[in-house]
């Protein structure tokens, strides 16, 4: 993990005024920011790890949780908004059984709202591992969700 | 990869040469692929494009184009068939093969693509036509559909990158900023300062080097034209940027981008590595010894990073806390050094002055408020998607004339306009013409133009909820009134949307407002009870009905309605009860269906699938 | 120097100086809650907002950060900067009920408790003033302890509210800290503060416990004085 950080940062030349590009990086590749990435960004850095752990939380990029396998942002721009974006956010964390902004404890689903995709002809949005899927209302959003839940129990059965 | 270009008239040579291999009469398909017409799965339908042409053994016959965003996002995926212009719309991912037999080698049209006003029903065929686009003054934006964003060529062969050689052959720096003033260039970004008088005090400040930033971190949600420029015509911002660069005196630059746009994050690394290569960036631009040199930062994602000391701090790879500015940041910005900072669309209009001079730019829009603006018309409208119109359009123009109305025939009520911190616009200043001063005049702001529609569905309250709590997500936290005050403004909203609102909230919400306004350390907590206060100016009565009556005209909080079905409407087609997640709603097909209150949990999945209007909510 | 009226006053003050420390020195009372002499201001607690006017311009601005200028005139309890102080100050006692410091001060400036705003229940007496921060950063050199997260969920704490690896149990957050949140505890050889427990040197002389092991140590590897002449209390010095 140490050396991985270590050839991110080395991408930015060691410039610690691309601290929030490079956690960006380092969450790219873990797919979120553990805790020893954040130290090894500290000491290589030489950035205090306060400081690292303070620019880490404030930005709503990033996360220190693991995230799911189906990362799903529904977009809460004001377009999204005032098309209903809020009971479909409603409905998605109740039926992932989550508050929005966390993840399942299989792993499976994170769920999160976002702010505007600059989609808004499609709005209300649902973006499901980047994939957009537009003019989301709450039926569709239930069905997305049993399609994602039966294909990730298919493709546990071939592992 | 182009080889440099050492010389103006170099410059010019290589345009010709690419405008000459440009037949205008040559057929050529041009596909939308920005991020909202992506989003439709247009890619697909680019593959099948070029794999049909490739089939008809026509690559090469045909031109082929990938543009940016062409604004009519509601229509996508888009295609026009130049020389005609001809305009399909919901382009189906299929058709490819279709539209390449009859209309490019036939000159059919194919009647089911073709635009239908749904206002009047009347059908359009070239896109010129289109009451979308014929009501726009399409300046800036309007280049968008003319190339591909990842072509420098196709920039060039318009004509890209002349006034640069103008700039740096031609003009001395004072004079470039002389021009700017004159033309009076205003902020697009939000606070509507001359640009050109922010140039002239960069180059006066003392301190080395001088940087220069561009503001690519669209926060506002609604909102999308930098996007939309940034990945659509990425050169002509850069373009802007180095004859600012030049006017001001600066050899290093940066791009501050949101980090959810990766379009627009490759398309400008993109254009960036080609000017560097043609010679436009970098070393000595175009022969000139002029040296200036551009870096991209993506954004973490905070609102408040829009305010320009917040967004220093994030260049500096801090947490994007705002300082007091009471030294500008002309003097002292990022990294303490004199800087300036313009907004994406700012920067992308100094080429046309530039190019066409002052006087000519200055003759568009009103008084005070010079050239075009291009808004992001989203929410209740038929047309959704970037227009750009001079300012001094009525938001009557904008959003009946090329927005199209609104939906379902509904009742326009309001339009929100200058993000989240600025504030909601009565149908009684419809007539209104939009510029800077206008708007800020009736408690709103320019913002950086975000407008968004609202109906008789949308309840005043609950977007004034909907903003404030908005802020209290994205306030950074730094001093108490905007942190704790904001919180507690959204509390009390969020006490009227539930019905525990009290007769004194409206005057304790006024009260705060004020002290929030004059206490706050930045723009977001100062602005940031906008909503709030231009909400209850213009729309008492519907604060007063949750707080007093205890009721949601709009049929919008939860707390205050019940739905139930209309038995005159409804038809038994059963579809809320399929679709309700609880079983509330029930019926036998074909007779009238009734929702259980005590199961009911106002999700709105009913009132969403009726056909028929059938669902009453009160 | 410059010449500027602060309430009706006529006042001389260095340039480059802000409008708080020429009022100070002329006996006129701003009220603050993050200004300290050694740390540079930030601007965050809001209470110390004047009324300025400059030309037609007529303002209210920070006075710890607004720097004075000729011909500036200054109101320091206007009922515009009175209407900010009061809503900051009730909402800070929202934020904090169980500060006494805040109360003493609402009292002393005639300011009641917002009954609108419902006390936070979760008992934090911290302001966000980050007087603390800038502390171990700047003055100590540490940087232990930071904010995190933002808005309404912003707070101070060790990275990821585990033990620090850097904190040298010196307390000067304590110190500074304007409400009493920060709580320490020195029984004995043990000193406790942000969850981590210090172990507390003896002095040479006198034999009492003065301060933190880590402390020491940190101050020999900084200044290069040998850890054996620091073994002293400042008493015994």
Redesign the interface.
């Known amino acids: 993990m140490e050396e991985k950080v270590k050839e991110i940062i080395q991408r930015y030349s060691g410039d610690k005024s691309y601290l929030v590009p490079i956690l960006q990086d380092v969450q790219k590749e873990f797919n979120y920011l553990p805790k020893d990435a954040l130290y090894a960004v500290s000491t290589h850095l030489s950035v205090p790890v306060s400081r690292v752990y303070e620019v880490v939380t404030f930005y709503k990029a990033f996360s220190l949780k693991p995230k799911g396998r189906y990362q799903l942002s529904l977009c809460m721009g004001t377009a999204c908004h005032v098309r209903g974006g809020e009971l479909i956010a409603r409905n998605v964390a109740d039926t992932l059984g989550i508050k929005e902004g966390d993840t399942t404890a299989d792993l499976e689903f994170s769920f999160e709202t976002v702010g505007c995709l600059g989609a808004c002809a499609l709005g209300p949005i649902l973006v499901v591992n980047g994939e957009y899927h537009g003019h989301m209302n709450i039926a569709k959003s239930t069905k997305i969700l049993k399609k994602l839940g039966k294909k990730g129990a298919t493709d546990d059965e071939q592992d | 990869m182009m080889s440099k270009i050492k010389s103006f008239d170099e410059l010019k040579s290589v345009q010709e040469r690419l405008k000459a291999g440009r037949d205008p009469k040559k057929p050529c398909i041009t596909v939308c692929v920005g991020t909202g017409c992506l989003a439709y799965g247009t890619q697909k339908l680019v593959d099948s494009f070029r794999e049909e042409l490739a089939k008809r053994d026509l690559t090469g016959r045909i031109d082929f184009r990938t543009s940016g965003c062409h604004g009519f996002c509601e229509r996508g995926p888009m295609v026009v068939i130049s020389p005609e212009k001809v305009f399909y719309q919901r382009v189906g991912l299929m058709d490819a093969g279709e539209i390449i037999d009859k209309t490019v080698l036939k000159g059919e049209i194919i009647d089911r693509l073709l635009y239908v006003d749904p206002q009047t029903g009347e059908k359009y065929v070239h896109e010129d036509d289109v009451p979308f686009y014929k009501k726009q003054t399409r300046l800036v934006f309007g280049l968008n559909s003319k190339v591909d964003p990842q072509s420098m060529e196709d920039y060039l062969a318009i004509g890209g990158y002349s006034a640069l050689g103008k700039a740096l052959t031609t003009m001395k720096p004072e004079e470039i900023i002389q021009e700017v003033i004159k033309a009076n260039l205003r902020g697009r970004g939000g606070g509507g300062f001359p640009a050109g008088w922010k140039w002239d005090e960069t180059r006066k400040a003392k301190g080395e080097p001088k940087y220069i930033v561009c503001n690519a971190d669209e926060g506002d949600p609604g909102a999308y034209m930098d996007r939309s420029l940034t990945e659509g015509n990425p050169h002509l911002v850069l373009e802007g940027m180095i004859i600012g660069a030049y006017a001001i005196g600066s050899s290093q630059g940066y791009i501050y981008v949101r980090n959810e746009y990766p379009l627009a994050v490759k398309n400008i690394h993109i254009a960036m590595r080609q000017a560097r290569e043609a010679g436009l960036l970098g070393e000595n631009i175009l022969g000139t010894g002029f040296s200036f040199d551009l870096k991209i930062n993506r954004g973490g994602g905070a609102f408040v990073c829009g305010e320009s000391s917040a967004l220093f701090a994030s260049l500096e790879g801090r947490a994007g806390e705002p300082r007091a500015k009471y030294i500008h940041a002309t003097d002292k910005g990022l990294y303490d050094k004199p800087t300036n900072l313009n907004n994406v669309e700012t920067w992308a209009n100094v080429p046309f002055i530039i190019e066409r001079g002052a006087d000519w730019y200055a003759s568009i829009g009103t008084a005070g408020s010079k050239g075009t603006k291009i808004f992001s018309l989203v929410g209740k409208i038929n047309n959704t998607g970037l227009v750009e119109v001079p300012m001094g359009t009525t938001l009557r123009e904008i959003v009946f004339d090329i927005g199209g109305g609104i939906p379902e025939g509904r009742k326009f009520k309001a339009i929100q306009t200058g993000g989240p911190s600025g504030g909601c616009i009565p149908e009684k200043y419809l007539d209104m013409r939009v510029d800077f001063d206008e708007l800020t005049k009736i408690g709103s702001m320019m913002g950086s133009g975000g407008m968004i529609v609202m109906d008789e569905r949308n309840c005043m309250v609950d977007m004034a909820r909907y903003f404030t709590n908005f802020l209290v997500s994205e306030s950074c936290g730094k001093c108490v009134p905007c942190r704790e005050g904001i919180r507690r403004m959204r509390d009390i909203l969020v006490d009227i949307t539930e019905g525990k609102g009290r007769e004194e909230d409206v005057d304790l919400l006024e009260k705060m407002a004020s002290s929030i306004v004059d206490g706050s350390l930045c723009a977001l907590g100062s602005s940031a009870p906008n909503p709030v206060l231009s909400t209850i100016r213009y729309f008492r009565d519907e604060y007063m009905a949750h707080i007093k009556e205890k009721r949601c005209p709009a049929g919008v909080c939860k707390d205050l309605i019940t739905y139930s079905v209309d038995p005159e409407k409804c038809t038994g087609c059963t579809l809320c009860a399929k679709v309700c997640p609880t079983g509330a709603a029930s019926g036998e097909r074909k007779k009238v269906h009734a929702i259980d209150p005590t199961k009911c949990t106002k999700c709105g999945a009913c009132r969403e699938s009726c056909k028929f209007e059938a669902i009453i909510v009160r | 120097m410059v010449n500027l009226t602060i309430d009706n006053k006529k006042i001389e003050a260095e340039a480059g100086q802000c409008i708080l420390d020429a009022a100070r020195e002329n006996g006129i009372v701003i009220p603050t809650l993050c200004s300290h002499e050694s740390l540079e201001p930030?601007?965050?607690?809001?209470l110390c907002?004047v009324e300025a006017k400059q030309g037609k311009r007529t303002r209210?601005?920070?006075s710890c950060?607004?720097?004075v200028a000729e011909g500036l005139v200054v109101d320091t309890k206007s009922e515009?900067v009175m209407?900010?102080r009061?809503?900051?100050l009730q909402?800070?006692l929202?934020?904090c009920p169980e500060s006494e410091q805040l109360k003493e001060m609402a009292a002393e400036m005639g300011v009641a408790a917002?009954p609108?705003?419902?006390p936070d229940k979760d008992n934090v007496k911290c302001?966000?003033c980050?007087m603390c921060v800038q502390t171990c950063?700047k003055i100590v050199g540490?940087?232990?302890?930071?904010?995190?997260?933002?808005?309404?969920?912003?707070n101070v704490c060790?990275?990821?509210q585990e033990d620090?690896?850097?904190c040298i149990g010196c307390g000067a957050c304590a110190y500074v800290c304007p409400t009493g949140h920060i709580e320490m505890e020195t029984t004995g050889d043990t000193r406790t503060i942000w969850g981590r427990t210090f172990k507390m040197k003896t002095c040479k002389v006198c034999g009492r416990y003065f301060a933190p092991e880590d402390q020491l140590a940190y101050i020999s590897s900084k200044t290069g004085v040998p850890a054996d002449n620091l073994a002293v209390c400042i008493s015994c010095r």
């Open positions: 930030t601007g965050s607690c809001r907002v209210i601005v920070t950060l607004y720097p515009r209407n900010v009061r809503l900051v909402l800070l929202a934020r917002e609108r705003f419902t302001i966000l980050r950063e540490v940087s232990a302890i930071g904010f995190s997260y933002r808005g309404t969920q912003k060790t990275p990821f620090s690896l850097t």
